[in-house]
């Protein structure tokens, strides 16, 4: 079956550190993998997303490369703010079927 | 559009009461989830419908749940009777692209449930 696996949070950084989430898959049959970001009080909404292997997608100033040799696709960005405080899921899905398979979520606090 | 809508957006309910959360998904979308988010499990997947059928409800936790898709607009969750631990936020999510794998799914505000 499909997993994915993220780091445990909370992640707590400085203003304008630099941010790393990591997250590996496994999964039956070729996925695309998703970043999404969860502010207080809201649904989760999609960061970013990459469809094969070595894309990169990115927004917001976030960025993951798609991994296969390692299968991960790491979160990160070089300089976050206290607005990125948030939770944020890595999910994968694959060619072989229909539903979104969610990590465990990681808490990023960013303190000013 | 506007999005998966969801409502209420917060119900606070009595134990053994029925409750009933609602979704409208996206225009076009042809599949629709709905996930239950609690800090002690994180988010779970509670069963998802493809073209209004119920494809895979093996995250329902027992008999007291249940769930409708009557139509490719509206969706329900009932909870039947309610129990304090069913305290969580419940959130809809809708996708379209059928089994393509490069589309994501949108998600609701969700709504946030408590039973006393």
């Known amino acids: 079956g499909n997993s994915v696996t993220q780091m445990e949070g909370p992640v707590t950084l400085s203003e304008e550190a630099f941010l790393t989430i990591n997250c590996t898959y496994t999964?039956?049959?070729?996925?695309?993998l998703f970043w999404y970001v969860q502010y207080p009080g809201e649904g989760l909404q999609l960061l970013l997303k990459a469809t094969k292997a070595d894309d990169k997608g990115s927004n917001k100033g976030f960025e993951a490369t798609y991994r296969k040799e390692t299968t991960s696709f790491h979160l990160e960005k070089g300089s976050v703010q206290v607005s990125d405080s948030a939770v944020y899921f890595c999910a994968l899905i694959t060619n072989a079927g229909n539903m979104l398979t969610f990590g465990g979520g990681t808490r990023l606090m960013v303190k000013p | 559009d506007a999005g998966v809508i969801q409502s209420p957006r917060h119900e606070v309910t009595e134990m053994g009461q029925e409750v009933t959360l609602r979704c409208k998904p996206i225009s076009g979308h042809n599949s629709l989830f709905w996930y239950r988010q609690t800090m002690m499990r994180g988010l779970e997947l509670l069963i998802y419908?493809?073209?209004?059928?119920?494809?895979?409800d093996s995250g329902m936790p027992e008999d007291r749940f249940s769930a409708k898709m009557p139509n490719a607009s509206f969706s329900t969750l009932k909870i039947q009777p309610s129990e304090p631990r069913d305290s969580a936020v419940y959130f809809c999510a809708s996708r379209g692209g059928g089994v393509s794998r490069n589309t994501e799914a949108f998600f609701g505000q969700g709504t946030r449930l408590t039973v006393v």
């Open positions: 999964a039956t049959g070729y996925p695309s």
């Open positions: 419908f493809n073209n209004n059928v119920p494809i895979d």
